[in-house]
């Protein structure tokens, strides 16, 4: 933000348009004598009028604008900065998102289950603050995809970035919640929280979703269990990254609502059931509200002085009046 150390002296700016009444309006002010080369030297530079009086113009303009520039130098300008800086730890956050080929699914209008998931975890990013955020995605393997970081905008970009289908054909949601823990076992926050979206039965892995959800609670971390899709059929197009090969047809089943409740109950967190896009939507929401701890915020202020540019742009725009007039008009008599 800019500011003035003298604001006082910006008073001189209202002087300006007087200033310019006397100079160029005023009657019986006197002004300039052109006086040029052509009267001594013969074949010099002359100008027809119109071309004169816009040149005329464009110097009084240069001149007037390094006036105003100089004032404003005068004045002190500076560049306030207000930097937020918290003294205190926010809460350690992994979402756990199922990239399962079930989440291609298309019962969220135009959106697939995956890409309705991935909107709403951007979402919830962007209204997070102080709070370090992970990413681990799973289907038949899971792996780390960002560890809790600060840095949201490489979280975003890994997000957006995700190719489905690369982790094999199948649903391990205990893999998924044990690699979040082993990322969150060492954390010094205060909170540590687990969000995991999923629209499948556990059928992949080695370790059993509640053996994880017992990992979980004995480390304190709350885990907040969503299953996305309906119970009926839905429409479903996917692409084999491996063999390029495109499916399309009808998917029928459901996530495993028991399983879900189960796991978010063992450790002390909450389990959602997501059909639609507004529902998907108020869950994230309702997380973002309970998941929140008080911070210690400092307000630092730098201030970075502005003035030189200003003396600078005056000087040049005064400057250019000058050779307005001295070289092109061949004024010489002022």
Not at 14 to 19: D, K, S, W
Not at 265 to 281: H, K, V
Not at 303 to 319: A, S
Request: proline share 4%.
């Amino acid at each position: 933000m800019l500011s003035f150390e003298s604001p006082s002296y910006l008073v001189l700016l209202l002087a300006l348009p007087f200033a310019i009444y006397l100079r160029h309006f005023r009657r019986g002010r006197g002004g300039r004598i052109p006086f040029p080369f052509t009267v001594w030297r013969g074949g010099g530079f002359d100008l027809p009028g119109r071309g004169r009086r816009a040149l005329l113009f464009v110097g009084s303009l240069s001149f007037w604008s390094g006036v105003v520039f100089l004032i404003i130098a005068l004045a002190g300008p500076v560049w306030t900065n207000r930097e937020r800086i918290f003294t205190s730890r926010g809460l350690d956050i992994v979402f756990v998102l199922d990239e399962s080929p079930s989440m291609f699914a298309q019962d969220f209008g135009r959106e697939s289950r995956y890409e309705a998931a991935k909107r709403v975890i951007v979402d919830f990013v962007h209204r997070r603050e102080n709070d370090a955020i992970g990413l681990v995605t799973f289907a038949k393997e899971a792996v780390l995809r960002v560890p809790p970081t600060l840095d949201y905008r490489t979280l975003l970009d890994e997000l957006s970035s995700l190719h489905p289908g690369t982790l094999g054909n199948g649903t391990a949601i205990g893999m998924g919640l044990a690699t979040a823990c082993l990322n969150l076992r060492d954390s010094t926050a205060k909170q540590r929280i687990i969000i995991l979206l999923t629209d499948g039965e556990n059928n992949a892995g080695t370790i059993p979703p509640l053996q994880a959800a017992t990992i979980a609670e004995d480390l304190g971390i709350r885990i907040y269990a969503i299953g996305i899709g309906g119970s009926g059929e839905a429409p479903i197009e996917y692409t084999d990254p491996e063999t390029g090969k495109r499916y399309s047809g009808v998917l029928s089943g459901a996530y495993d609502a028991r399983l879900l409740e189960s796991i978010a109950e063992t450790t002390g967190g909450r389990y959602f059931g997501a059909s639609t896009n507004d529902s998907l939507e108020r869950i994230l929401a309702a997380i973002d509200s309970m998941e929140s701890v008080q911070q210690r915020v400092m307000i630092r202020t730098t201030t970075t002085p502005n003035h030189r540019i200003f003396i600078i742009l005056g000087l040049l725009c005064v400057l250019g009046d000058f050779l307005v007039r001295k070289l092109l008009l061949a004024e010489v008599i002022a």
